[in-house]
């Protein structure tokens, strides 16, 4: 375990009003200089060989940079948005190289196609379709990404095949229940129910994400998890002084370690797990199909835990640790004792309902999903968090990466254990279901 410094650790106190939410974005500024940046470095011509991998890990890094920067969005939502750019990515690339079954594109690109050509077009139409205030900077490194390809008959093939991916995913997701504002919170106040929490009561975030139509699952309560414990259960006893007495900002029993380990899973996953898959291209030494495959599975497999986990906060609505601890003399069980001043590690905590947890689920997800893309149980992964961007943690195990999140959301005071750990069985079984059904090799080619 590496050591996390304890300037490191102070300096949570001063991301509070930084991190919203477990989808912080990062600042404007940063992300117009990291898009630019991009931009003008690939604007340097090179010859890129055919089943070169780089424009798929290129327009990955561009994707979340641009959905993370978009002010117009809510960091669940840029998780959805992340599945579609891959899903198009992917139909493109099988499209042109075969090996996979598509998506849900099942045009044949011409022989002699560029899937070079055919991802970045594709990539580059769903980012400027959903975020177009990114333009500009998309159609820079659009054009930089194609001035490596040589020009002709090819790559002209691949950017018409691309678009027709991308606009064939477009239409397949116009009518999906994004952004349905007659779906809201209603659920009156009482024990054991979520309302809006201190310091900024800000209402549930996205409330119609349950709702979306998923993107590869059958509906959003195929994995549901069971219902969260009675507030007078053993189970939720449990949960509840565990949570109170490791989970607070000012908590005796807590060792720096799993402070460490707080901090660390505190940061964006989106960020996080999409710098990982990029860096297994380059571990695994994959090529184009195999990379598309990878962050389609990955991301859209995220993406669909991500709506069935809202699904179930919605129907469930569940209280935080933080109501839970100060309103406990209202909750009918006599072993929970009320702190009215309890604050968690992490503040403030994020705008919705506690159970279950979307970060435990995104983590549960990407990793076993990795699991099964690779057929190992060996992760080689590298995860480098935004809480604390000089500290990487290696993770051979999936299992321990998932154990850790579950520990590392209750430490932050979030959390109840019961939340974490029906979240990780929740990513679990769905990325299982997923990669048993979708991007599968071809009986031609197996």
């Given at each position: ?28 500024a ?9 931009a ?18 290129d327009?990955n890094?561009l ?6 920067g ?8 840029t ?6 750019v891959?899903?198009?990515?992917y139909?493109?690339?099988?499209g ?11 045009a ?8 070079q ?22 159609d ?26 991308a ?5 397949l ?6 952004n ?32 979306v ?22 189970r ?47 571990v ?26 809202w699904?179930?906060k ?30 968690p590690?992490?503040s ?16 549960a ?34 299992r ?9 959301r ?33 009986h031609?080619?197996?």
């Amino acid at each position: 375990m590496r050591v996390f410094h304890q300037d490191s650790f102070s300096s949570i106190r001063r991301r509070k009003a930084q991190l919203p939410s477990w989808l912080a974005a990062l600042t404007a500024a940063a992300l117009l200089a990291a898009l630019t940046s991009g931009a003008a470095t690939a604007a340097t011509p090179t010859t890129m060989a055919a089943g070169d991998p780089t424009v798929i890990s290129d327009w990955n890094q561009l994707a979340v940079t641009t959905l993370v920067g978009d002010t117009t969005k809510q960091g669940t939502e840029t998780i959805l948005y992340m599945g579609f750019v891959q899903a198009a990515v992917y139909d493109a690339v099988v499209g042109v190289e075969g090996r996979y079954a598509p998506y849900r594109f099942h045009a044949h690109a011409p022989h002699g196609t560029s899937a070079q050509a055919a991802a970045v077009a594709a990539a580059h139409k769903v980012l400027v379709t959903y975020v177009p205030s990114a333009q500009a900077n998309l159609d820079a490194a659009y054009a930089a990404s194609l001035a490596k390809l040589p020009d002709g008959k090819a790559k002209t093939r691949g950017i018409a095949f691309g678009t027709r991916a991308a606009d064939h995913l477009i239409r397949l997701r116009a009518h999906d229940g994004r952004n349905d504002a007659s779906i809201l919170f209603t659920q009156p106040p009482a024990p054991g129910v979520w309302r809006p929490t201190p310091p900024t009561f800000a209402p549930m975030i996205t409330p119609w994400m349950g709702f979306v139509t998923p993107l590869l699952v059958h509906s959003a309560t195929q994995f549901a998890p069971p219902a969260p414990p009675t507030l007078t259960s053993a189970r939720y006893t449990r949960d509840f002084n565990e949570v109170k007495a490791f989970g607070s900002a000012t908590s005796t029993v807590r060792t720096q370690a799993q402070t460490n380990t707080a901090v660390f899973f505190s940061g964006n996953p989106l960020i996080m797990v999409n710098a990982a898959l990029r860096d297994q291209v380059t571990v695994r030494d994959l090529d184009i199909v195999d990379a598309a495959r990878m962050f389609a599975a990955v991301d859209m497999s995220i993406a669909d835990a991500i709506i069935s986990v809202w699904h179930a906060k919605y129907r469930y609505g569940y209280w935080r640790p933080i109501t839970a601890i100060m309103l406990a003399d209202t909750d009918g069980n006599p072993a929970t004792d009320p702190d009215p001043s309890w604050m968690p590690l992490f503040s403030p905590t994020p705008a919705y309902p506690e159970y279950p947890s979307g970060y435990t689920a995104f983590e549960a997800s990407a990793s076993r999903g990795l699991e099964n893309v690779f057929h190992t149980r060996h992760l080689q992964l590298t995860l480098t968090s935004t809480a604390a961007p000089n500290l990487p943690r290696q993770y051979d195990s999936g299992r321990v990466l998932r154990q850790d999140v579950v520990n590392a959301r209750m430490w932050l005071g979030i959390h109840f254990r019961f939340g974490d750990t029906a979240a990780r069985d929740l990513g679990v079984r769905l990325a299982d279901w997923t990669l048993d059904h979708y991007f599968r090799p071809l009986h031609s080619h197996s």
